[in-house]
């Protein structure tokens, strides 16, 4: 390899080794480098919010590999107001408009709070994906007075940070008052409250309850005065100082950000500078998912693509492949893209123990790593039994009820997948019950992309148009032979460019019953669109 590759060659082990040059130049102690993500409990965590954790998590790895003890942070931000009620969510949770999600109750009834609910399912993706985390608490961390200091210094200079707010975006709220939002003590909302004035000696603040602009409509305050004792967690910071101090409270060297937040970020970083007097984290900005449409995957807008749902049709690990392959650049996504990461992953596994060629032994180093790293440095001793996952659909589908397991098991044999004596083991029994679960709400198939001859897409065309009027299976088996005799294409080339696109493998099933089982419009769909790809 022409230049030295760091750790296991992938941006995580680079990053790492940026994040400790930067700390040793700054003189600060390499004993522990904690990561940071952030957790939001106002709506559905969307999958995007398990990048932040991810890829945190990726360098919080790589600096361990690098003999650095790390660990990250996972700070959920419960004391935030609910500023619109997630699509999905009953409307009887608007009266809760402003209120910290972690005083509203549980519109599911099965968590304390209706925050705790939320946060709660991002924690449970944390885990099926092996992401191992400290989790903060915001409630917890006022209560307990862990941003105390912080957020003294922070009031006490409270016309510094409005005049940095005002610098970097042009914002002047915070000119006029104070970085906290009281929660009324008459109403319990949050964000209705101004903070007029801070009382050092008694570390309180002086508010009104006088209504506040949310996403567009105006939220009607109570018009209570009082004041809020900061010590006793009877408010919080804003957005324009809250990472400044957990920053520093928690001694942050590193934490990625989307492009959303990018303001927050450059805000908060003079902040932690300029006022906290603490060199703020290293950073890596990351951009959205975004839908088919274009529009980014929102909690709030009814988008929203949970990692919950991709762990019903793919496993946690080509999940993380999704997250961790890629750092920057905008991304459209939906649940129909499942297929494809779960065969990349498979072939990464194949590049992994030396089944498939990398083009070159840098490109071999990347893939091994980022293998690695799906699998949280914690990656398999052999290699698992891969089936692709049209193929897999189509056995459960022909499967007859009561004895799926041992129909699929005797077809893997005679495709070649399983020795004569090998039976199902746990991976396959999980890749079954993903393709169940994909024939019970998709009929989708996901093509794979193929380079087609002009002979090839004419024998396409025309077997699409015979797809069209015929149902029986052998037929259609004798069609395929016919349009690529009438082309001139040699059979066992045209077969296997099929196999590929809708299969995603060389060689099948007879593809006459497969593309009745699997659905005419279905197969008809996707030939189209491989030839409009091709």
Same mark, same amino acid.
């Given at each position: 390899?022409?230049?030295?590759?760091?750790?296991?060659?992938?941006?995580?082990?680079?990053?790492?080794?940026?994040?400790?040059?930067?700390?040793?130049?700054?003189?600060?102690?390499?004993?522990?480098?904690?990561?940071?993500?952030?957790?939001?409990?106002?709506?559905?965590?969307?999958?995007?919010?398990?990048?932040?954790?991810?890829?945190?998590?990726?360098?919080?790895?790589?600096?361990?590999?690098?003999?650095?003890?790390?660990?990250?942070?996972?700070?959920?931000?419960?004391?935030?107001?609910?500023?619109?009620?997630?699509?999905?969510?009953?409307?009887?949770?608007?009266?809760?408009?402003?209120?910290?999600?972690?005083?509203?109750?549980?519109?599911?009834?099965?968590?304390?709070?209706?925050?705790?609910?939320?946060?709660?399912?991002?924690?449970?993706?944390?885990?099926?994906?092996?992401?191992?985390?400290?989790?903060?608490?915001?409630?917890?961390?006022?209560?307990?007075?862990?941003?105390?200091?912080?957020?003294?210094?922070?009031?006490?200079?409270?016309?510094?940070?409005?005049?940095?707010?005002?610098?970097?975006?042009?914002?002047?709220?915070?000119?006029?008052?104070?970085?906290?939002?009281?929660?009324?003590?008459?109403?319990?909302?949050?964000?209705?409250?101004?903070?007029?004035?801070?009382?050092?000696?008694?570390?309180?603040?002086?508010?009104?309850?006088?209504?506040?602009?949310?996403?567009?409509?105006?939220?009607?305050?109570?018009?209570?005065?009082?004041?809020?004792?900061?010590?006793?967690?009877?408010?919080?910071?804003?957005?324009?100082?809250?990472?400044?101090?957990?920053?520093?409270?928690?001694?942050?060297?590193?934490?990625?950000?989307?492009?959303?937040?990018?303001?927050?970020?450059?805000?908060?970083?003079?902040?932690?500078?300029?006022?906290?007097?603490?060199?703020?984290?290293?950073?890596?900005?990351?951009?959205?998912?975004?839908?088919?449409?274009?529009?980014?995957?929102?909690?709030?807008?009814?988008?929203?693509?949970?990692?919950?749902?991709?762990?019903?049709?793919?496993?946690?690990?080509?999940?993380?492949?999704?997250?961790?392959?890629?750092?920057?650049?905008?991304?459209?996504?939906?649940?129909?893209?499942?297929?494809?990461?779960?065969?990349?992953?498979?072939?990464?596994?194949? +590049?992994?123990?030396?089944? @498939?060629?990398?083009?070159? $032994?840098?490109?071999?180093? /990347? *893939? %091994? !790593?980022?293998?690695?790293?799906?699998?949280?440095?914690?990656?398999?001793?052999?290699?698992?039994?891969?089936?692709?996952?049209?193929?897999?659909?189509?056995? +459960?589908?022909?499967?007859? @009820?009561?004895?799926?397991? $041992?129909?699929?098991?005797? /077809? *893997? %044999? !005679?495709?070649?997948?399983?020795?004569?004596?090998?039976?199902?083991?746990?991976?396959?029994?999980?890749?079954?019950?993903?393709?169940?679960?994909?024939?019970?709400?998709?009929?989708?198939? @996901?093509?794979?992309?193929?380079?087609?001859?002009?002979?090839?897409?004419?024998?396409?065309?025309?077997?699409?148009?015979?797809?069209?009027?015929?149902?029986?299976?052998?037929?259609?088996?004798?069609?395929?032979?016919?349009?690529?005799?009438?082309?001139?294409?040699?059979?066992?080339?045209?077969?296997?460019?099929?196999?590929?696109?809708?299969?995603?493998?060389?060689?099948?099933?007879?593809?006459?019953?497969?593309?009745?089982?699997?659905?005419?419009?279905?197969?008809?769909?996707?030939?189209?669109?491989?030839?409009?790809?091709?």
């Amino acid at each position: 390899m022409s230049e030295e590759m760091i750790g296991r060659g992938t941006w995580y082990d680079k990053m790492a080794a940026d994040i400790v040059d930067r700390e040793r130049k700054l003189g600060r102690s390499l004993q522990l480098i904690r990561t940071e993500m952030g957790l939001g409990a106002s709506g559905f965590p969307h999958i995007g919010s398990l990048g932040d954790a991810s890829r945190s998590f990726a360098v919080t790895l790589a600096l361990k590999d690098q003999g650095y003890g790390s660990e990250l942070i996972a700070f959920c931000d419960d004391k935030d107001g609910l500023r619109k009620v997630p699509v999905g969510l009953p409307k009887s949770l608007e009266k809760y408009l402003g209120f910290p999600v972690s005083s509203i109750p549980d519109p599911f009834g099965c968590h304390e709070s209706y925050g705790r609910h939320m946060s709660s399912l991002l924690l449970d993706a944390l885990d099926k994906c092996g992401i191992e985390y400290r989790y903060v608490s915001a409630l917890d961390a006022y209560e307990k007075g862990l941003l105390n200091k912080e957020i003294e210094t922070l009031l006490l200079n409270a016309k510094k940070v409005g005049e940095i707010v005002k610098e970097e975006v042009g914002q002047e709220r915070y000119t006029e008052v104070l970085p906290y939002f009281p929660i009324c003590g008459n109403c319990g909302r949050i964000y209705t409250t101004k903070a007029l004035e801070y009382l050092p000696k008694e570390n309180k603040v002086t508010y009104v309850c006088d209504g506040m602009e949310i996403k567009g409509k105006w939220l009607e305050g109570c018009g209570f005065k009082g004041e809020a004792n900061v010590a006793r967690a009877e408010g919080k910071l804003s957005w324009k100082g809250e990472f400044a101090a957990r920053w520093r409270a928690l001694d942050i060297r590193f934490e990625a950000y989307g492009k959303d937040i990018e303001d927050s970020v450059r805000i908060n970083d003079r902040i932690c500078r300029e006022i906290l007097c603490f060199e703020p984290p290293s950073h890596a900005r990351y951009e959205m998912f975004l839908d088919k449409s274009g529009r980014k995957i929102s909690k709030s807008t009814g988008n929203v693509f949970t990692s919950q749902v991709w762990f019903r049709y793919g496993s946690p690990q080509s999940l993380l492949l999704l997250m961790l392959k890629r750092f920057v650049g905008t991304r459209t996504l939906n649940v129909t893209d499942i297929p494809t990461y779960v065969n990349e992953l498979d072939d990464l596994e194949d +590049v992994y123990f030396g089944k @498939k060629p990398a083009k070159d $032994e840098r490109e071999l180093v /990347k *893939l %091994r !790593g980022l293998y690695e790293y799906c699998w949280a440095l914690k990656p398999p001793q052999k290699p698992s039994v891969k089936v692709p996952f049209n193929l897999m659909t189509f056995l +459960v589908k022909m499967a007859p @009820k009561g004895s799926g397991e $041992e129909f699929i098991a005797e /077809k *893997l %044999r !005679g495709y070649g997948y399983l020795q004569k004596s090998q039976t199902l083991d746990d991976s396959l029994r999980r890749r079954i019950e993903y393709a169940s679960n994909w024939i019970k709400d998709f009929e989708e198939i @996901k093509e794979t992309a193929v380079g087609l001859s002009s002979a090839e897409k004419a024998a396409m065309a025309e077997l699409v148009e015979v797809l069209k009027g015929e149902d029986d299976a052998e037929k259609i088996q004798n069609a395929i032979f016919n349009v690529a005799k009438k082309r001139g294409l040699q059979l066992g080339s045209f077969f296997k460019s099929l196999y590929m696109i809708l299969l995603g493998v060389p060689h099948g099933p007879r593809l006459g019953p497969y593309l009745v089982a699997m659905g005419k419009q279905n197969v008809i769909d996707a030939l189209q669109r491989a030839l409009s790809k091709s």
